[in-house]
């Protein structure tokens, strides 16, 4: 079986620590039954992933993924400024 992906569109928003200096960070992007856990920022409207396969409809699709973002040097995510 082969799935053909024609169209994608929307974020895929993944929560980050904030206000800690490191220099690796665990991301876990969470779904279920293909919708993303977190659709929207607080206060902002829907921002979801959306997929066409071939010639069919755009439905709501979700990714499920726990990846480590390394840098080279330590960052933080400030949630204050």
């Known amino acids: 079986m082969r799935l053909l992906c024609s ?3 929307g974020s895929i928003i993944v929560p980050v620590k904030t206000n800690k200096m490191a ?12 919708v993303q856990k977190t659709t929207k920022f607080e206060g902002l409207p829907l921002d979801y992933l959306s997929t066409q396969f071939g010639a069919g409809p755009t439905e709501q699709s979700g990714l499920a993924l726990t990846t480590t973002l390394t840098a080279g040097e330590a960052f933080e995510v400030n949630s204050v400024y």
Do not use: V, Y
């Open 23 to 34: 220099a690796t960070q665990s991301l876990k992007f969470a779904a279920s039954k293909g």
């Open 7 to 9: 169209n994608r569109d």
